[in-house]
Nanobody, 125 residues
Framework: VQLQASGGGPVQAGGSLRISCAASGRTYSSYVMGWFRQAPGKEREIVAAITWRGSTSSAYHVDSVKGRFTISRDNAENMVSLQMNSLKPEDTAVYYC?????????????????WGQGTQVTVSS
């Protein structure tokens, strides 16, 4: 599975961005996809993750982004997106999409097998 992230860039505080991740190669009908971020000098952390089985999906958002960010996926297009609203300077980081086989939501970077190259999001005050 190859993951290609896009859509990052500079934005002012309070603004919005939508980042997307396209999966290609050997894709599977059921796998978990997540967004992580890593700010300079900090560890990589989960932002959101989404899984589905059949027509049922489940999503997780870390507390710091709840109500502001929304993860979604388009199974037909093998794509996952992260809509980010009300952005804050502390959201500045490189955002990575990741994927793992299976159904259960997991939050540790080490549990994800496939990673995209990352896209920079910079929020200015």
């Amino acid at each position: 599975v190859q993951l290609q992230a896009s859509g990052g860039g500079p934005v002012q505080a309070g603004g919005s961005l939508r980042i997307s991740c396209a999966a290609s190669g050997r894709t599977y009908s059921s796998y978990v996809m997540g967004w992580f971020r890593q700010a300079p000098g900090k560890e990589r952390e989960i932002v959101a993750a989404i899984t589905w089985r059949g027509s049922t999906s489940s999503a997780y958002h870390v507390d710091s982004v709840k109500g502001r960010f929304t993860i979604s996926r388009d199974n037909a297009e093998n794509m996952v997106s992260l809509q980010m609203n009300s952005l804050k300077p502390e959201d500045t980081a490189v955002y990575y999409c990741a994927a793992r086989l299976g159904y259960g939501l997991t939050y540790s970077p080490s549990s994800y097998t496939y990673w995209g190259q990352g896209t920079q999001v910079t929020v200015s005050s």
